[in-house]
């Protein structure tokens, strides 16, 4: 896959030889690192670009990149707003963070579904680095949609799958239905149906714990 690798270059680059190890790692598990002038320990930040110039490069390659990888040990808002734009721009963002620290990430970002974050050494970086990168590179071949349409006895789920399939179809859209059988097949299954059917009340009268947990039984 293409990385965008991120790390703090304008105050502290006490972490250099951590950013060189971790971009290193990533060209031996067989990635393309786009941004691998971060690791040059001659660069100075800035020099010969304009920050509009700097703010194009950068939010261009991770337009190229497949996924950013962050070392987010050293606080740099400068790495904080990039991660941001990749989250923004649907690519998926590790923040790696050195041994046990803990220098939190703006709250908007931290919340992100996409931002994954990892603690690593210099003894399993390349652990690390595979299970997340692995895991991303499955995401890319899952597509679509999954949509599931539940509900009590004579709800009208059956003619919302047909309304929904029909609607999928006249689209001209693919879809994989998938009819989950019915309960009654088991102990824990006939008491979830006999729920379904109202003979232990309505949802106010019914243990929400006790009908939970015959449904998680079943299943």
Do not use: C
């Not at 691998?36 to 920050?51: A, H, N, Q, R």
């Not at 680095?129 to 590179?137: E, S």
């Amino acid at each position: 896959m293409k990385v965008y690798f991120g790390a703090s270059i304008s105050l502290d680059r006490s972490l250099l030889p951590n950013y060189q190890e971790i971009v290193a790692n990533l060209k031996k598990l067989g990635h393309q690192v786009l941004s691998e002038y971060v690791v040059d320990p001659s660069i100075k930040p800035g020099v010969g670009l304009t920050p509009r110039d700097l703010f194009a490069r950068e939010t261009k390659t991770i337009d190229q990149a497949d996924v950013m990888v962050a070392e987010v040990t050293a606080p740099s808002w400068g790495t904080a707003f990039l991660i941001e734009y990749a989250l923004n721009h649907g690519k998926p963002v590790l923040a790696l963070y050195y041994k046990e620290a803990a220098m939190p990430l703006p709250m908007m970002i931290e919340g992100h579904p996409e931002l994954y974050v990892a603690h690593y050494t210099k003894g399993n970086i390349r652990t690390v680095l595979k299970k997340n990168l692995d895991y991303f590179a499955s995401m890319n071949h899952r597509k679509g949609k999954l949509i599931v349409i539940d509900g009590t006895d004579g709800s009208g789920k059956g003619t919302q799958t047909e309304l929904l399939l029909k609607y999928l179809d006249e689209h001209k859209k693919k879809n994989k239905y998938i009819d989950f059988p019915r309960y009654y097949t088991s102990f824990h299954g006939q008491m979830v149906g006999r729920y379904l059917k109202g003979e232990f009340g309505g949802l106010n009268s019914a243990s929400p714990y006790l009908t939970s947990l015959f449904y998680a039984m079943d299943r």
